[in-house]
């Protein structure tokens, strides 16, 4: 189970000015449920999905994967998460099948086992065709899907994904809202950020809106919107959403 | 982990050695630019050294109407020499004069007349290679013919020639056999002011072709973020990484020496005298693991130095441009090695790379001693050791690494 409290990242400015980014966060997931952080642009999403994989250190909270803590086992944190957001990218120079070895070994995982899990990844997200040909060679979509298998490959237990369908056209964003749905059916705790209302209600089962740093509301569906109208109720939060800057 | 810095290690050594433009650039053109330069160089001076030997130099000569004896003599032996010679009437010295400052001419010759008796004036041109060796020319004439003429005044008041000369120099034989230089001093002198320069060279250039890509440009390119989120600690990235660039610097390195051994030929020719021939250099055992002692923690100071600076860069450009006033100083360092005495004064040897490179430069003029090369050694590794804790702390500093 991931576990967010009291989440806080407050970033140094210019003339003492510091913008507070995320403030007080807090959420959990369990295994076999798909979260959804909704937010507009500079909600604070990336920075809270960026605290979670170790690259930013929150200002004040902590997070824990069963009884980890982000802050004090970095290294054992990360190696139960898989990670991925949009700036992360892959060294095009490489293959997706040598790199996903590469960061198989990275994460210890054995050999054969790495052999194993690329192949069944590389099948499930239908990379057979260009996993010999350099990354800088590939469609968007096929970037992203290596990006995926890289970041999966070491059988993380919880999957964090920034806006994974950002960009990929219908076909391949299915491919990979279908991915995502198999490894929540296989007890994968995964948090997934989005703006994309249409994503986030096919897939997720529980949500948080944030708006401004702050979470506005949280739950499933039938909680946070008995309507059914989970748009609607996204813009009412965020419209509501105070400035984020601190003197 | 012990073994994650090798996984890391592992990749950026594939990534720079199965690269052909990398390949070409870490090691082709090390090993081929100073054969090429020095063949270049070779050619261009052989060639000029025909060009002057081949060309009559235009020498004017103002022959006065009272022309004492030594004018004439000496003007009979201008005109049995190499030269083309022109008489000048007077008042035409000017104008001839003008005609060397714009290398038309190569001299101008006044010649005394009866009151000045042997008084010859040589007008030439620094900057023209033809009147410079024109000028050589005529003053061994000149020589030549005063010693002829007091050799028959000398004989003339019926004493020995010998009387002339008080004091003789190595006067006898081949000048070579008053020279006890042992057989290579004079090739290790030769190798040893170019090899620490082109060592430093080559191993800065190379460290930064591949160090400032591996960090600033990872971040450039957002490839290191992918690398952060996995379970390998930093120092184990900063190691890995630090350890690619130290083999690409040491492979720069190698691969310029086997270019200077290419080029040994041509650079001996550059240095050593017409016809001369120095003797063979070869290194001892001893003196190859003095060398590794020095060179290898160089190469390690350089890697941390471009990893230092690749941390703290945005980008490759950014880097580059916080690099290049560091490279001109290892320049400076490395030409005050090439151009200082052989035993520099102490307090420069206090200057990290200059101690280096001139322990280098004693290897190879057989002068060096263990406690110079144990302490440039230390001092790089001391140096490494400071910039690698300062890297490894900035990967940590989220503010440095991303820029917030």
């Known amino acids: 189970m991931l576990r967010v409290e009291g989440l806080t990242k407050v970033f140094p400015g210019r003339g003492g000015r510091k913008t507070v980014a995320v403030k007080d966060l807090s959420f959990h997931t369990m295994p076999g449920e798909i979260y959804g952080l909704l937010g507009p642009n500079g909600a604070g999403k990336t920075t809270t999905l960026r605290c979670l994989s170790t690259l930013l250190k929150p200002t004040a909270g902590n997070a824990w994967i069963d009884h980890i803590s982000v802050l004090e086992q970095g290294e054992s944190f990360r190696s139960r998460i898989g990670f991925l957001t949009s700036d992360m990218k892959l060294d095009g120079y490489f293959t997706p099948e040598y790199l996903t070895d590469w960061f198989g070994r990275l994460n210890r995982v054995p050999g054969e086992v790495v052999r194993e899990r690329r192949k069944a990844l590389f099948s499930e997200l239908q990379m057979d065709d260009f996993a010999g040909r350099r990354i800088d060679d590939l469609s968007t979509g096929m970037k992203q899907k290596t990006a995926i298998a890289v970041s999966l490959i070491h059988d993380p237990d919880v999957i964090i994904f920034d806006e994974p369908t950002n960009g990929l056209d219908v076909i391949t964003s299915k491919a990979v809202t279908d991915f995502l749905r198999n490894k929540a059916d296989a007890g994968k705790t995964i948090v997934l950020s989005t703006h994309m209302m249409?994503?986030?209600?096919k897939l997720c089962s529980r949500f948080g809106i944030i708006a401004g740093g702050v979470m506005k509301a949280e739950g499933t569906l039938q909680e946070i919107a008995p309507g059914g109208n989970l748009e609607e109720v996204f813009f009412g939060h965020i419209l509501s959403g105070g400035s984020s800057d601190e003197g | 982990m012990k073994g994650d810095f090798a996984i890391i290690l592992g990749k950026e050594l594939r990534r720079i050695f199965t690269d052909r433009k990398l390949i070409m650039f870490l090691v082709v053109i090390p090993m081929v630019m100073?054969?090429?330069?020095?063949?270049?160089?070779?050619?261009?001076?052989?060639?000029?050294?025909?060009?002057?030997?081949?060309?009559?130099?235009?020498?004017?000569?103002?022959?006065?109407?009272?022309?004492?004896?030594?004018?004439?003599?000496?003007?009979?032996a201008l005109e049995s020499a190499d030269f083309r010679v022109l008489l000048l009437e007077e008042g035409e010295q000017d104008s001839a004069k003008a005609l060397v400052?714009?290398?038309?001419?190569?001299?101008?010759?006044?010649?005394?007349?009866?009151?000045?008796?042997?008084?010859?004036?040589?007008?030439?041109?620094?900057?023209?290679?033809?009147s410079r060796t024109a000028m050589e020319e005529i003053t061994l004439i000149a020589g030549a013919l005063n010693d002829s003429l007091v050799r028959e005044r000398v004989a003339g008041y019926g004493l020995p020639p010998g009387i002339l000369t008080a004091v003789r120099l190595n006067s006898g034989g081949d000048l070579g056999m008053y020279d006890l230089a042992r057989e290579g001093d004079l090739?290790?002198?030769?190798?040893?002011?170019?090899?620490?320069?082109?060592?430093?060279?080559?191993?800065f250039a190379n460290a930064m072709k591949v160090g400032l890509d591996t960090v600033a440009g990872e971040k450039e390119r957002g490839t290191l973020a992918t690398l952060l989120v996995n379970r390998v600690g930093r120092i184990s990235i900063v190691m890995g990484k630090m350890l690619s660039v130290m083999v690409a610097a040491i492979v720069g390195a190698l691969s310029s020496m086997a270019g200077l051994k290419i080029a040994s030929r041509q650079i001996i020719g550059l240095f050593s005298g017409p016809g001369e021939v120095p003797g063979g250099y070869a290194m001892t055992a001893a003196d190859l693991l003095q060398f590794a002692v020095v060179v290898i923690p160089l190469a390690i100071l350089v890697a941390s130095v471009v990893?230092?600076?690749?941390?703290?860069a945005r980008n490759v450009k950014e880097g580059q441009g916080m690099i290049t006033p560091v490279y001109i100083a290892v320049m400076v360092i490395g030409t005050t090695?090439?151009?200082?005495?052989?035993?520099?004064?102490?307090?420069?040897?206090?200057?990290?790379?200059?101690?280096?490179?001139?322990?280098?430069k004693q290897i190879f003029m057989d002068a060096s001693t263990w406690d110079q090369t144990l302490f440039a050694g230390a001092s790089s590794l001391v140096l490494s050791a400071v910039l690698i804790l300062l890297t490894v702390r900035m990967f940590n500093d989220e503010r440095i690494l991303f820029r917030l």
């Open chain 2, 337 to 360: 090695t090439m151009q200082s005495g052989d035993v520099p004064p102490r307090w420069m040897c206090l200057v990290p790379v200059f101690s280096s490179l001139t322990v280098m």
């Open chain 2, 307 to 312: 990893m230092t600076v690749s941390t703290v």
């Open chain 1, 198 to 201: 249409t994503v986030a209600e």
């Open chain 2, 187 to 203: 090739m290790g002198k030769i190798i040893g002011m170019m090899v620490p320069f082109f060592i430093v060279i080559y191993l």
């Open chain 2, 101 to 130: 400052s714009s290398r038309e001419l190569e001299l101008v010759v006044e010649l005394p007349g009866e009151d000045l008796s042997g008084e010859v004036t040589v007008f030439h041109n620094s900057t023209s290679d033809y």
């Open chain 2, 34 to 76: 100073l054969p090429l330069i020095y063949t270049f160089m070779g050619r261009a001076n052989r060639s000029r050294i025909a060009d002057i030997e081949g060309f009559t130099p235009g020498v004017a000569v103002l022959m006065p109407h009272d022309p004492s004896p030594e004018a004439t003599e000496m003007l009979s």
